[in-house]
């Protein structure tokens, strides 16, 4: 699907003092020289009658808002605007997709925004959370405003059909360039998945009367109308996918009709959420939930971050792949969404990342030549700041959380609980019940099970999970500290923990579930970094000195992580086998829960939410054919 993206090139024409962005690729406007914002709010915002639709969503329901072309983001701001203005006081959501191949650069960008000061406010979050010039998707999150954006950068022709429809498109934006200008953003294969992203009710707009446009939605049984255009232009298309006529429902649906009333309900208040196991699966999982308003309740045996990720410190040190399968790579996607997530919060630290080339030297350093600039950068052994024999791809955009800050300022939210207990067992009947010993604890509309390799007690036939022991080790190196933004990696790692302490480590022993800290791992830890560093490492003091905390990992089979349902009919989801990785998955696996749990459209490609599913290892049963005997 995926290829390395090329920002847009551009031209500008001075209108009436406003500097209006022109595309060298499609030699088009950007927006109307008459007044871009009014043609937006006529066109888009009225052609979907969004002001009465949004006034009138009720508390906590979903309203999604597709679009075929981001351009400047200026459709998204003036939607973003509508929804602060006639928006009721209640927790509905908003949440917009947009699909854009020529991504403008972000000093482009925030020109072409300054033509319209009056949306400076929200231009400016825009900006802040911005993305690399990457493929796939990037989520820009506004909790505070009840309102998100999927950008997906890439071509619409690769997107479309990979989004998985876990909600429906409620209104479209059929925006880009003329058809004349961009045929391929309105063909066909284009619109079919457009279609197929929506439902009965779905609402579609654009500047655009084109032939293909009004026979494609016509072929699909959306009714079509021909009001009058913006400015100059007579006439603009405003479009309804009106449900069929039937004198005589049928009992299926009837049925269908009240599941779908029965699910509104649902959805028209805050759920009640439990998740058992407070490691950062657990904690990630229950921001996800209270940043939507919903009641989170988290139970753990022992303590917050007792388990795996209750290290001093964790390093976001992703092992990127080529730049072109970007859009389909977990860990690069999770890297992408984690950078965006942890730095809301104060236990995050912005740093640098020096992946030293112990191998393939070539592949590794080339990337940085492959990704956008900024990103990454190679080294070779006279950049390197600390002496070593080997050359290193530097890794611009990274960082370190502080686990226990993080904890701390997740378990403030005021949507979530924490209770000590050990959860013995749960029962689902209607909804699931959970219980310590015989003492029931309450019902819930969901249950998320983040336990580790303890999740298996709560599931039948749950896939396995190897245990995998690792020791980090800290030593006091302040006679000569590391510089605070820098972070090396070489098989293990070292960054500085504080101004006084050096940490590095970590060990790796498959199949041990020990937990005690030993000398053996520290030793184990100072070879690794003796391999690279020989001449800083002889000035660390003896092992004797040296501290350390030993925890297990949860890994799956194939190193994947386990994400949603065991049993369709049930509300109980997992969430484990992060295993080293926590820290840099849990963030966007906890946004593609709760996509799957709240209805929400999802934020990576379908095939890759089928690689997470916690069912992917289950046989499929083939049915045999029935013998026949031959007659004779």
């Known amino acids: 699907m995926s290829h390395a993206i090329q920002t847009a090139d551009l031209d500008w024409q001075l209108v009436d003092g406003i500097d209006v962005p022109v595309s060298k690729q499609f030699g088009d406007v950007y927006f109307s020289k008459d007044n871009g914002l009014l043609e937006t709010r006529h066109v888009f915002l009225n052609g979907n009658d969004l002001s009465t639709r949004l006034t009138n969503l009720k508390p906590f329901e979903y309203f999604c808002v597709g679009e075929t072309g981001f351009g400047t983001g200026l459709n998204i701001l003036a939607l973003w605007q509508l929804w602060q203005q006639v ?6 959501h908003l949440h917009a997709i947009s699909v854009e191949k020529f991504p403008l650069s972000k000093a482009d960008l925030i020109r072409a925004l300054n033509a319209w000061p009056e949306l400076k406010p929200l231009a400016d979050q825009l900006i802040s959370q911005y993305p690399m010039p990457i493929a796939g998707c990037h989520r820009l999150s506004f909790p505070e405003e009840r309102f998100s954006l999927d950008l997906w950068l890439g071509d619409a022709h690769d997107i479309f059909p990979v989004i998985e429809k876990t909600a429906a498109v409620n209104a479209w934006f059929l925006d880009g360039f003329a058809p004349s200008c961009n045929p391929d953003m309105w063909e066909e294969n284009v619109l079919n998945h ?48 009106n449900p069929a006529e039937e004198s005589n429902p049928s009992p299926d649906q009837e049925s269908a009709q009240k599941k779908t009333e029965s699910a509104l309900e649902i959805n028209a208040r805050p759920r009640q959420i439990a998740v058992i196991g407070a490691g950062i699966a657990g904690l990630s999982t229950a921001w996800a939930f209270a940043q939507r308003g919903h009641q989170v309740t ?64 070539e592949q590794l350093l080339g990337l940085a030549d492959a990704y956008p600039e900024g990103i990454l950068a190679a080294q070779t052994v006279e950049d390197q700041e600390m002496q070593t024999a080997f050359p290193s791809l530097k890794l611009l955009a990274a960082g370190a ?51 580790a390799r303890e999740t298996q007690q709560f599931f039948a036939d749950y896939p396995p999970l190897k245990p995998i022991r690792g020791q980090v080790s800290w030593v006091n190196n302040q006679t000569q500290p590391l510089s605070q933004n820098t972070a090396y990696s070489y098989g293990g790692y070292c960054m500085q923990l504080n101004a006084e302490q050096l940490i590095l480590g970590a060990s790796f022993y498959p199949g041990r579930d020990d937990t005690e800290v030993l000398a053996e791992d520290h030793m184990h830890n100072y070879e690794l970094i003796h391999g690279v560093f020989p001449e800083y490492a002889k000035s660390l003091p003896s092992l004797e000195t040296w501290q350390g905390r030993a925890s297990l990992r949860a890994q799956s089979q194939d190193y994947f992580p386990l994400l949603g349902k065991m049993k369709a009919e049930e509300e109980v ?60």
């Not at 928006?87 to 509905?92: V, Y």
């Not at 009965?200 to 707009?205: L, M, P, R």
């Not at 990127?320 to 730095?343: D, F, G, K």
């Open 87 to 92: 928006r009721p006081d209640n927790p509905s």
């Open 401 to 451: 959380v502080s686990p226990h800050q993080l904890r701390d300022e997740i378990l403030q939210h005021p949507h979530i609980q924490y209770q000590q207990a050990q959860i013995s067992h749960l029962e689902t009947t209607i909804q699931p019940e959970l219980f310590v010993d015989q003492q029931s604890l309450g019902k819930f509309d969901h249950v998320i099970v983040c336990t």
């Open 573 to 632: 989801y997992s969430f484990a086998g992060l295993g080293s990785k926590g820290f840099l998955f849990a963030p966007l696996c906890s946004e593609i829960l709760a996509a799957q749990i709240l209805g929400e459209v999802c934020l990576i490609p379908s095939h890759v939410v089928k690689k997470l599913s916690v069912t992917r290892f289950q046989k499929k049963v083939k049915m045999k054919k029935p013998y026949l005997k031959p007659q004779i």
């Open 194 to 241: 457009i279609v197929r992203l929506s439902e009965t009710g779905t609402t579609f707009a654009s500047f655009s009367v084109a032939g293909v446009l009004k026979r494609g939605l016509k072929n699909h049984g959306i009714s079509i109308s021909r009001p009058r255009g913006f400015g100059h232009k007579r006439e603009m298309l405003k479009a309804i996918w």
């Open 298 to 361: 988290i139970y753990d045996r022992s303590a917050p971050l007792s388990g795996g990720s209750g290290n001093p410190l964790a390093l976001l040190n992703p092992k990127l792949c080529p730049v072109e399968q970007s859009a389909e790579h977990l860990m690069t996607l999770s890297w992408q969404h984690a950078l965006n997530h942890y730095q809301k919060f104060k236990a995050f630290r912005p740093i640098q990342v020096n992946q030293l080339a112990l191998k393939n030297p």
